[in-house]
């Protein structure tokens, strides 16, 4: 557990600590459908001991629901005393606590509630004897610019990105002159500074996210000019979606502090590379990794059965894996898009990867065709349903996908939100076990989707302009 973790016992404890470090407010903060944070900030005065103990009371509004009215006007977010942590870009003293969602009127969880989700698809893994514990590791990838403009209006549709290691910008006048240094399209992985100006950017958001309760890895420039990717550390599921929450936050608001735009829109720039969301996945029991063993790559039976589960429901997994119609832009339009529905330990065009390790302990696999739009509670938990229908049904993943002949691809993912959507309504027994989720929570979900889609497909698109204007 990370050094700046900060986890209470009782409410008694952390109101002492309030009072002891001079905490001026207190950040409720809470998941809306779309993964999108929250937050209501109460001042700590006399009022504490009832917020923590009992929460506060917040309008049901269209923002939380996605519009989905189940006639529900007021909802109660509850503090989790368990996840508290500082809020670095808080100009007074305040501390963030994650919160979940209830219905005050039958004092249950809230239907549509991520977190709530996350807790029950911990608490299935439990019951079904499979496993005991989830963890998930998670790299988490995005672009950082220096200027952004969006123009849609009645008559004008476009954008306009630029981050000054871009390739675009080789010719480019600058006041103090033009260095130079930048990468090639798509040629940007790994590089060293000054190609790589971002490093700096990068590693003072790990440092931020580590004092923020999360366990850090990594970070490395990304494909892309402007890419980066980050890797946190293996968590269980609630506190692996938590750190992907807690990060994003810190990865916008360092670079606004830098006087730049952090973007996770997994592909806001033509002809380069996108973005993804890498997830590990492996199940312990009684301590000891079950998905180390003798078959390929030295998995086990039971993880290739899990991989078969994740495969054979990969398209419904898309509405929460890859949950923007930009999504879609990434997954098509990349020369190695992950996008086969099989595993390799080595071809990353397959949906799932298996990482090389020598340690039986640290075997696991990784979901490649996320992005970082996903709702982190949403995906982690689907995946983790998926997977655990797979061993539950031992589901046969297929021979692993190594030949890269384009004769013999394997069948791939469906190729937009809207297929994505109707894969979910047709195939979502897997995800309603237990009430892991209610048919309520995958009903609101779509139809929160389905006006996104409905918007992209009814707006006149510069493309079809070019194309078609002159027909």
């Keep these: 557990m990370s050094k700046y973790r900060l986890s209470f016992k009782n409410t008694a404890a952390l109101q002492k600590y309030i009072e002891e470090q001079g905490v001026q407010f207190i950040n409720c903060n809470f998941t809306d459908l779309n993964g999108k944070w ?24 269209s923002v939380i629901t996605g519009g989905f009215d189940n006639g529900i006007s007021e909802l109660l977010i ?33 239907a549509l509630d991520p977190r709530s989700t996350a807790r029950k698809a911990h608490n299935y893994l439990k019951k079904s004897k499979v496993g005991d514990i989830a963890y998930f590791g998670s790299e988490i990838e995005f672009f950082v ?8 209006t009645a008559n004008q549709v476009g954008y306009h ?65 402007s890419q980066c990717g980050l890797g946190l550390r293996f968590a269980e599921l609630l506190e692996a979606a938590d750190n992907i929450q807690f990060s ?12 730049k735009s952090a973007t996770f829109m997994p592909k806001p720039i033509n002809a380069e590379y996108g973005s993804a969301l890498h997830i590990n996945q492996t199940l312990l029991k009684n301590g000891s ?13 039971t993880a290739l059965h899990y991989l078969g589960g994740v495969l054979k429901h990969a398209d419904a997994l898309s509405a929460f894996a890859n949950p923007a119609t930009n999504s879609y832009k990434r ?24 990482p090389y390790t020598k340690k039986a302990s640290a075997k696991c696999v990784e979901a490649c065709f996320p992005d970082p739009t996903a709702n982190p509670y949403l995906l982690l938990s689907a995946l983790l349903m998926a997977g655990l229908d797979g061993i539950e049904n031992k589901i046969d993943p297929g021979e692993a996908f190594e030949n890269r002949d384009k004769e013999s691809y394997p069948e791939k993912m469906c190729g937009s939100l809207r297929e994505a959507l109707d894969a979910l309504r047709a195939d979502n027994d897997f995800l309603l076990k237990e009430d ?36």
């Design 38 to 61: 929250h937050h209501l900030a109460r001042y700590a005065n006399s009022s504490v001991p009832d917020l923590l103990n009992n929460g506060v009371i917040i309008e049901n509004s």
């Design 78 to 110: 509850k503090p989790d005393i368990s996840r508290v942590s500082y809020d670095p870009f808080a100009a007074q003293k305040t501390i963030k606590i994650l919160c979940d969602i209830y219905d005050p009127n039958t004092g249950l969880p809230y």
């Design 145 to 152: 610019f220096n200027d952004v403009k969006v123009v849609n």
């Design 161 to 225: 990105l630029d981050g000054e290691e871009g390739y675009y910008n080789k010719g480019r006048d600058y006041p103090t002159g033009n260095m130079g240094h930048r990468p090639s399209a798509n040629e940007a992985f790994l590089t060293e500074s000054p190609v790589d100006s971002l490093s700096d950017i990068r590693a003072e958001m790990l440092s931020v996210i580590e004092s923020m309760g999360v366990e850090i890895e990594k970070h490395y420039h990304g494909v892309a000019a």
């Design 248 to 259: 994003k936050h810190a990865v916008r608001n360092v670079a606004h502090g830098y006087g």
């Design 289 to 301: 990794s079950i998905f180390s063993g003798d078959q390929y790559a030295n998995l086990s039976e």
């Design 331 to 354: 997954l098509a339009g990349e020369v190695q898009s992950p996008v086969m529905l099989t595993y390799s330990k080595q071809n990353a065009m397959a949906a799932c990867h298996i």
């Design 436 to 471: 892991v989720f209610t048919a309520e929570l995958i009903e609101a979900y779509i139809a929160l989707k389905m006006r996104e889609v409905k918007r992209f497909e009814s707006v006149t698109h510069p493309v079809e302009v070019d194309m078609y204007y002159s027909s």
